[in-house]
């Protein structure tokens, strides 16, 4: 049974990353998994300071606009 729920939490981690991918968004845990292991000095930002540097860095200040 432990088997089982471990192989569905895997296909869930996958399908997420393909959802991910497929509709554009940056992978935040990859990203904070890769500066802790090549950048350790420096410190990863939040996952909210993350996505909104990706909305900026691809919409500009428009980004933040609700209208």
């Known amino acids: 049974m432990r088997t089982f729920i471990q192989k569905i939490r895997q296909g869930a981690g996958v399908i997420r990353k393909i959802g991910k991918g497929v509709s554009n968004l940056p992978d935040y845990e990859s990203y904070v998994a890769h500066i802790k292991i090549h950048h350790p000095e420096v410190a990863p930002p939040t996952e909210a300071e993350f996505f909104n540097d990706f909305l900026d ?7 933040r606009r609700c209208c």
């Open 57 to 63: 860095k691809k919409y500009g200040a428009s980004a």
